[in-house]
């Protein structure tokens, strides 16, 4: 065997090696985090639904803080769940731009997590302050229920349009959507920036869903994780994202007539 050969076999092992133990470290971070959230309990709310203490602030805590604590576990949680799909767009990044690349590979990942840092502030925004209404005007509240089933409703329709294929399409082979030419760290944040919006926007629908069904609930962080990483990387991405999505809507107008008391 030479040593070409040995080299990258070794590369290789060290890369999903090191992949592996980042998704273990963040999804112990995550279970940690909502085992802790679930002990402070639910609020009940007109509707019969109960709402996450994930949009409330603890006793004592700033808004600030209650942010940058949001913040930090969203983006631990969502490395825990992207990583699965996003390990082999990077391994094929340090492939194209050279095997010693590690740092610039940690670039890239840095840039991707970064737009998902900057949608979780912009989700706890809007999520604390439609908390803080829902806690103002019980009518509100109590359309939560139906208002939630509509969006999952929405998200599993967005699986079927050209919008999520074409995303979708850069996700599954980013060189589609964005070629790397110079193996620099300004070329490689900005991939690994591309590659997030690509990414956040086909995940849009199955984010929203995650967001009203249980940012906390373990269950519905598995579900979207593995839709997710199934239209990623199965061999028909866009017929995984059609039969993902045709569940969905099922599900959505399930909740939907549940809500208004019709099943």
Known sequence: MSETMVSERLSRRTFFGISALLFAASAAVT?????????????????????????????????????????????????????????????????????????????VGAGYFFVWAVLGAAAFALGSALAALEMQLPALARSVPIATGVVVLIGGALQFTSWKTRHLACCRDVSRCDRVMRADAATAGRHGLRLGVHCSICCAGLTAILLVMGVMDLRVMAAVTAAITVERLAPAGERAASAIGAAVVVLGVIMIVRAMGLG
């Open 31 to 107: 279970i940690v985090w909502c085992a802790s959230m679930s002990t402070m309990g639910e609020m009940p709310m007109p509707g019969g639904w109960t709402m996450s203490m994930a949009w409330m602030r603890m006793c004592g805590q700033t808004w600030p803080n209650a942010a940058a604590s949001f913040i930090g576990m969203w983006v631990a949680m969502m490395v825990a769940m992207m990583l699965p799909s996003l390990t082999p767009v990077l391994w094929r990044y340090r492939q194209a731009v050279g095997t010693s690349s590690g740092w610039l590979t940690a670039v």
